[in-house]
């Protein structure tokens, strides 16, 4: 299971600018540092008899959202509030992934209809409003912020994969500059962005967008692969890189140091969302696929 580049086209698969003029760019690739990563404790999440969880959005008031394959095989998306489930799907969705919940109860994710083509959605207050990214021939929606703010990524007509920002119903495109692909992944209220792109050697990169500026981020020693998807307001990122041997692990990104996360015991760890408590939410993999909340340990 990915949330990167490749994930996005693989979505695609199954379904079938404007650009940021005056930004500059700027690489970063911090020294690990475990003093910058606190201990947590870790929380498995399983929806009730589904075959697969996965945990992807997280607000300040613990509610968590994600999605589940039932005994079918088909996919749902899911609220975890106050210890119960709600299961939910678009209207027309034959398989659905929800990505996000802001702190105003506000839901976001994709879906794909019946023709298998893909959509993004809202929820909010039981509606859904569906949308698609102005031409494209796929959206896929990523992260969303306490403004109603939306990022993710769509197809264009060529089959080129873009980042996009959709602000007060309109679109922008979010590509890092001369990149081959680019994924918008997550947004904060100080309306920064973190994502990943590949460049044109087929290498895949984190960055983040802050004030119009483009800053790479690679995990030390990743295989040419850092997806962070997450940003907390006083901007902690989170996202997961590729190790040497091809195995991927959860990170955390705090004042330019990079921090260990791994679910125990885990071969595979994805961490996607952090809130304000610095609160995780993700995916392992441990005897199947399972969704996880991952809480800071307060230090004396």
């Known amino acids: 299971m990915k949330y990167k580049i490749t994930a996005v086209l693989a979505l695609i698969v199954l379904s079938v600018a404007i650009a940021l003029a005056q930004s500059s760019t700027s690489t970063i690739s911090p020294t690990p540092s475990t003093a910058a990563s606190p ?34 095989g088909v996919f749902h998306g ?3 509030s106050q210890g119960n489930f709600t299961s939910f799907d678009p209207p027309g ?3 659905t992934r929800c990505l996000a919940i802001n ?23 039981g509606a859904f409003t569906i949308f698609d990214f102005p031409g494209a021939i796929a959206t896929i929606f990523q992260g969303m912020n306490d403004l109603g703010q939306v990022v993710g990524a769509y197809v264009d007509s060529v089959g080129n994969t873009h980042g996009f920002l959709m602000s007060s119903g309109n679109f922008t495109t979010v590509d890092f500059p001369g990149a081959a692909a680019s994924v918008a992944g997550g947004i904060n209220d100080r309306g920064q ?5 590949d460049d044109s050697s087929g290498n895949n990169h984190g960055f983040l967008l802050s004030a119009g500026n483009f800053t790479t981020i690679d995990f030390p020693g ?19 890189y590729d190790d040497i041997n091809g195995l991927e692990h959860g990170f955390t990104l705090i004042a330019a140091n990079f921090g260990p996360l791994d679910f125990p015991g885990a071969f595979l ?7 304000d408590a610095g609160q995780i939410v993700g995916t392992y993999n441990l005897a199947g696929q399972h969704g996880f909340l991952a809480t800071p340990i307060q230090k004396p």
């Open 39 to 72: 201990s947590f404790s870790f929380t498995a999440i399983n929806f009730p008899g589904a075959t697969r969880t996965r945990a992807v959005g997280l607000n300040d008031h613990g509610d968590v959202v994600g999605d589940y394959r039932d005994s079918s």
């Open 103 to 125: 702190n105003l109860g506000v839901i976001g994710g994709s879906f794909l209809d019946s023709t298998n083509l893909g959509h993004s959605y809202v929820l909010n207050r």
């Open 222 to 240: 990743a295989l040419g692969e850092t997806a962070p998807f997450g940003i907390a307001a006083n901007g902690e990122i989170v996202g997961f």
């Open 78 to 80: 899911y609220l975890l």
């Open 93 to 95: 969705s034959v398989l």
């Open 269 to 275: 760890t994805d961490a996607v969302r952090v809130n």
């Open 193 to 197: 962005i973190v994502g990943n792109y």
